[in-house]
T-cell receptor, first 111, second 112 residues
């Protein structure tokens, strides 16, 4: 079993829909990252979380340390949001050295 | 401020050849990482460094070596390339704390 599991693996939505991507992890962590990768493109950091909630534009990320779970929400989705969204964690005790990734969620937003 | 720069962007090698990928960052970050990305496998950590002069093995280190002689550079070496090393390689750097990860644009390597 992977240390970091994302769901769903694939997600299709219509423009304007509210989207949720989930990340569950099985180890204690010191931080969690949400990343975005467009097809054929580079990887961009969206959020870094160690507790609570962060918001940037239409994107909201939350984390529940006790339940070992994080969610990424996209409000009023748009075709340009189509990308792979990746969750990554720093296991506790590795001093940000190690970074373990989920498999990614492929999001397609249709106009 | 260039961020994280990877060179080269593309490379084709024959089995048994060697090469070095360079990752350079100008943000004075302590942590640097090398990953490979393969279809259906996601990103996998090859090696990482927590500071100048340090390196450590990640999830898939076999067939690769790394060095971090200068804080700003993290080199990934393939001594004898194999077709199984055909992949897209990403470098990243990280300051730590509540800061974002910074990724390079990737190197597409094909080993024939």
């Amino acid at each position: 079993k992977n240390e970091v599991e994302q769901s769903p693996q694939n997600l299709t939505a219509q423009e304007g829909e509210f989207i949720t991507i989930n990340c569950s992890y099985s180890v204690g962590i010191s931080a969690l990252h949400w990343l975005q990768q467009h097809p054929g493109g580079g990887i961009v950091s969206l959020f870094m979380l160690s507790s609570g909630k962060k918001k940037h534009g239409r994107l909201i990320a939350t984390i529940n340390i006790q339940e070992k779970h994080s969610s990424l929400h996209i409000t009023a989705s748009h075709p340009r949001d189509s990308a792979v969204y990746i969750c990554a964690v720093h296991p506790r005790g590795t001093s940000y050295g190690k970074l373990t990734f989920g498999q990614g969620t492929i999001l397609t937003v249709h106009p | 401020n260039a961020g994280v720069t990877q060179t080269p962007k593309f490379r084709v090698l024959k089995t048994g050849q060697s090469m070095t990928l360079l990752c350079a960052q100008d943000m004075n970050h302590e942590y640097m990482y090398w990953y490979r990305q393969d279809p259906g496998m996601g990103l996998r950590l090859i090696h990482y460094s927590v500071g100048e002069g340090t390196t450590a093995k990640g999830e898939v280190p076999d067939g690769y070596n790394v060095s971090r002689l200068k804080k700003q550079n993290f080199l990934l070496g393939l001594e004898s390339a194999a077709p199984s090393q055909t992949s897209v390689y990403f470098c990243a750097s990280y300051r730590g704390g509540g800061m974002p990860l910074h990724f390079g644009n990737g190197t597409r390597l094909t080993v024939t």
